[in-house]
């Protein structure tokens, strides 16, 4: 599909600490390669804003275009993913995070509106802009939410280089 490198960031004390498996970030590789996806950087950081908001522009300093993380979106007092994210994003694309969230809602996971996962546009040191997307630390939800995200992605990746947008189909 793509060479664009894609980071994917688990984040949990647990997993961290070597007290837990970590599922979900391994569950986004196996989606994005059988989506094609060939150029994938992984990194595994504990709960909190300061590993969250050096990780990613760590991830977008090397130069991924598109940065996933799995886990702290919830309401736990440790849940601080979308904090740090928020440190390092230049705007917001709230549709796309409400979308991740009514997906996960719509395969009967009510409680996916907990989550306060972010997604927005940031931009490494050497000027590339990528899109970063907050994901539930579950496997289930990482599916979902890459659902919405890929099928967003050739858009996403033409407007990101500065593309146009694309004619409408007739």
Known sequence: MTSDQVAVITVSDRCARGEAEDRSGP?????????????????????GVEPVRDVLRTALDAGARLVLTTGGTGI???DLTPEGTREVLDYEVPG???AVRQRGVDTGIPTAVLSRGLVGV???SGGTRALVVNLPGSSGGVRDGLDVVLA???????QLAG????????
């Open 96 to 98: 796309v995070a409400d």
């Open 76 to 78: 736990t007092p440790r």
């Open 163 to 170: 593309g146009d947008h694309p004619a409408p189909a007739a």
């Open 27 to 47: 569950a986004a590789v196996r989606v994005l390669r059988e989506a094609g996806f060939t150029d994938l950087v992984t990194h595994l950081v504990p709960d």
């Open 152 to 158: 967003l992605w050739p858009h996403v990746r033409s």
């Open 122 to 124: 940031a931009r490494g």
